[in-house]
C-alpha cells in the first residue's frame, strides 16, 4: 500500500466540511430554525464559531473570586454561628442581609443597634474578610451600624475590604419611591466614612431588580451601569472629586445557568465600564463586580435542581471576571436554609476554585469564538440600550416615566411564553416533575416585620411603578400546590387516564410525554396499558376513578381508531378528553368525536394544565 500524507488520509476540518455534513444530517431541513437560535436581546446564538483573536479584555485582580455567604437569620446568635461556620469551611466573604431588604424574602437581620449587629458578627473578625451591607432602604441606616461596630471593637475602617451597598435607586426600581435628595445622603455618608480612613465602595449599581422582574441580558446591564453612572454624578456633585466617586461605586450582576450568556455579560460589564472611565477621562482601574445566583431560576419543586442551577451559574460568573460570588442555598425559595445548604453552596464554590482550578487563568474565555462573539454583541447591544436610558434622562427618570418597565414586560411577557409552551425548559417544574418528592428541611423561623426604613433623604418623594420580582417556575408550582391540596383532602392526586392505542412500541412515545406533561400541573397519569376494543378501553378508564383522558398513539393509529375511542371515553363519562399530538386532517372528526384539547409540543402547555387541573379536581 503506497504511503500517503497525513494532510490526505486526514483532511483539515474547514467550516465548508462540516456545513456539508450537516446538511446531510438535516437533509434539507431549514439551517436557520434547527440550529440557530437568539437571545431574548435577539442576538444570534450559533452552532459553530470560528476561532476569534483575543481582545483587551478588562479582568478582576490577580486570583480567586470571592465565596461570599449570606447573613440572613434574624437571630443574632444564630446568625453569628451560621457565619463562622461557613467562615471557617472556607469562605472568605459575607453579605450582611438586613430585614426589609428585597434580597432577605422575609428573613434578615434585625439588627438596629450597633450591639445588635455586633452580636451578629460575633467572632467574625471583619479584617480578615470582605463584607458586603444588603440592606436595601435601610442602606445607611446599616452603613452606620458597620461603622460603629469596627470603633467598639477598636478596629479602624482603612484597610477593610467593606461593601457599604447603598443602592436608592435600587429601592426606587423595586420599592416604587425615593427621596429626591438622595445623592446628598450616600455623598454624606461617603464623606463620614472615608474622613475615618475608608477606601472601599460605597453605593452599588444592582441589576437585580431588573433581572428579578424579567429583563434581558442587554437590559439588566444597561440598567446598572446607568445606576453606576447616576452616583457617579451624584457623588461628584456632591463634593467628591470623580476619582473617587468611580472608585467608591461598584456593580452587582445576576448569574444563571445559562453559561454562554452569564460569561459574556460579566465580560461584557467590565468592557462597559472601561468605556465609561474613558468617556470621563478616567485611568482605567479594576470595577468591583459582585454577582449574586439568579432568583428568578429558582423553584422550590425538585429543589435538589437548583444545586445544579447555582453551580453552573457560579462557575460561569467565576470565570466572566465577578470578584465575588454569594451564591443562593437550594432551598432558598423555600424558607430560610440551614446549615446543610449552606455547606453544599459553599462548597460547590470551593471546589471550582481548589480542584478544578477555575480562577487561576485571568480570562478563559478569551480568543474562544463564542464568547467573544456574544460578549462583544452583548456590550453593543447593552451601550445602546443604555443611551436610551440616558436619552430619557437617566435611570431615574426613565423608571419614573415607566420606560424601562414598559421594555422589561415586554421582554418579560415573551419568556412566560416560552415557560408556558416549555420553549424554556425548567427541569423538575415544567419537565421531567417527580411527583413523589421528599420534602427538604428548611429553618423554622417565621418571617419578620422589618424596622421602620430610615431612607436616603429628607427631600420630596420620587415615585415610579415597582418593577415585580418573581421565579419562573412559580405558574407551575402553583398548579403543584393545588394537587397537593387535594391529596390532602381526598387522599389521592387529580389524575389522568392514560388512553394508549395499539401495542407499547405505538403509543410509550407519546404516552411517556403526556405523563411527564400532565405530572407538571400535579396531575397523576394512570394506566400502562394498550388498547384496540373501545369497549374494554372504556372499562379501564371508569375503574381508573379518573375525570379526564388523553389518547395516545401513532398519527396512524389516530386515524383509524381515535374517533371511535373518543366516543368510547366520552360515554364512559370522560370530562375532559385530550389527544397527544396535533390533530392534522383529523380535527373535524375528533372535535366531534369528543376530544376537547390537544397536547402538543409548542403548544400552550400550561394553560391546558390549568384547565385540566380544574376538571380533574371537579366536584
Not at 477593610?160 to 446628598?184: H, Q, R
Not at 453552573?312 to 465575588?324: E, F, T, V
Amino acid at each position: 500500500m503506497e504511503d500517503r500524507p497525513l494532510a490526505d488520509l486526514f483532511p483539515p476540518a474547514t467550516r465548508e466540511r462540516w456545513l456539508g455534513l450537516v446538511d446531510g444530517v438535516l437533509k434539507g431541513g431549514d439551517f436557520e430554525k434547527r440550529l440557530v437560535s437568539k437571545t431574548a436581546d435577539g442576538i444570534r446564538i450559533e452552532p459553530l464559531y470560528d476561532p476569534a483573536s483575543p481582545v483587551a479584555q478588562p479582568a478582576r485582580a490577580p486570583g480567586p473570586w470571592r465565596v461570599s455567604q449570606r447573613v440572613d437569620h434574624p437571630d443574632g446568635a444564630t446568625a453569628s454561628a451560621l457565619a463562622l461556620a461557613d467562615l471557617e469551611g472556607g469562605s472568605d466573604a459575607l453579605t450582611l442581609v438586613f430585614a426589609g431588604a428585597p434580597a432577605a424574602r422575609g428573613y434578615g437581620l434585625t439588627a438596629t443597634t450597633a450591639t445588635d449587629l455586633d452580636a451578629a458578627l460575633g467572632n467574625v473578625m471583619l479584617p480578615l474578610i470582605a463584607t458586603r451591607l444588603d440592606a436595601g432602604a435601610r442602606g445607611l441606616e446599616a452603613a452606620h451600624l458597620i461603622r460603629a461596630v469596627v470603633a467598639a471593637r477598636g478596629e479602624t475602617l482603612k484597610g477593610l475590604d467593606l461593601d457599604l451597598g447603598l443602592d436608592p435607586i435600587g429601592v426606587l426600581a423595586s420599592g416604587g419611591t425615593l427621596a429626591e435628595d438622595f445623592g446628598t445622603g450616600i455623598a454624606g455618608a461617603l464623606a463620614t466614612f472615608d474622613a475615618e480612613g475608608f477606601s472601599g465602595r460605597a453605593c452599588l449599581a444592582d441589576g437585580r431588580p431588573y433581572h428579578e422582574a424579567g429583563a434581558s441580558e442587554a437590559t439588566e446591564l444597561a440598567a446598572a451601569m446607568a445606576t453606576a453612572v447616576a452616583y457617579l454624578r451624584a457623588l461628584e456633585a456632591n463634593g467628591h472629586a470623580l476619582e473617587r466617586a468611580r472608585d467608591a461605586v461598584a456593580v452587582l450582576l445576576t448569574a444563571d445557568a445559562d453559561e454562554f450568556l452569564t460569561i459574556a455579560k460579566f465580560r461584557a460589564m467590565r468592557r462597559l465600564w472601561a468605556r465609561v472611565e474613558a468617556a470621563c477621562g478616567l485611568a482605567p482601574k479594576p470595577l468591583r463586580l459582585h454577582a449574586e445566583t439568579a432568583w428568578r431560576m429558582m423553584s422550590r419543586r425538585d429543589p435538589f435542581v437548583n444545586i445544579l442551577r447555582t453551580s453552573m451559574a457560579a462557575c460561569s460568573a467565576g470565570l466572566g471576571g465577578a470578584d465575588a460570588i454569594t451564591a443562593l442555598p437550594y432551598t432558598a425559595a423555600l424558607g430560610l436554609s440551614d446549615a446543610f445548604a449552606r455547606r453544599v453552596v459553599r462548597n460547590s464554590q470551593i471546589v471550582l476554585i481548589e480542584e478544578s482550578n477555575l480562577a487561576r487563568v485571568a480570562d478563559p474565555a478569551a480568543g474562544a469564538g463564542s464568547f467573544e462573539t456574544l460578549t462583544e454583541k452583548l456590550a453593543e447591544a447593552a451601550w445602546t440600550a443604555f443611551q436610551a436610558i440616558e436619552r430619557e434622562g437617566g435611570i431615574v427618570a426613565s423608571l419614573r416615566a415607566g420606560a424601562i418597565q414598559e421594555r422589561i414586560a415586554a421582554t418579560r411577557a415573551t419568556r412566560a411564553k416560552n415557560v408556558a409552551t416549555r420553549r424554556e425548559a425548567l427541569t423538575g417544574a415544567s419537565e421531567f416533575p417527580y411527583l413523589a418528592e421528599k420534602p427538604v428541611t428548611v429553618l423554622e423561623v417565621a418571617p419578620v416585620t422589618a424596622p421602620p426604613a430610615g431612607g436616603f433623604g429628607t427631600g420630596p418623594a420620587v415615585t415610579c411603578a415597582p418593577l415585580p420580582s418573581g421565579r419562573l417556575a412559580e405558574p407551575y408550582e402553583a398548579l403543584r400546590d393545588a394537587s397537593d391540596v387535594a391529596l390532602a383532602a381526598t387522599g389521592r392526586r387529580p389524575s389522568v387516564f392514560l388512553a394508549n392505542l395499539g401495542p407499547v412500541a405505538v403509543f410509550n412515545a407519546r404516552s411517556t410525554f403526556a405523563a411527564n406533561a400532565f405530572a407538571a400541573g400535579g396531575i397523576e397519569a394512570v394506566n400502562q396499558e394498550g388498547f384496540t376494543d373501545p369497549a374494554a378501553l372504556a372499562d379501564a378508564f371508569r375503574a381508573s376513578g379518573a375525570r379526564i383522558a388523553c389518547l395516545c398513539s401513532s398519527d396512524a393509529l389516530y386515524a383509524t381508531h381515535a374517533a371511535d375511542a373518543a366516543r368510547a371515553l366520552k360515554a364512559a363519562g370522560a370530562v375532559t378528553l385530550y389527544l397527544a399530538g396535533k390533530p392534522g386532517d383529523l380535527a373535524e372528526a375528533l372535535t366531534a368525536a369528543g376530544v376537547d384539547g390537544y397536547l402538543q409540543a409548542g403548544g400552550d402547555v400550561l394553560a391546558l394544565l390549568t384547565g385540566a387541573l380544574a376538571h380533574a379536581t371537579q366536584a
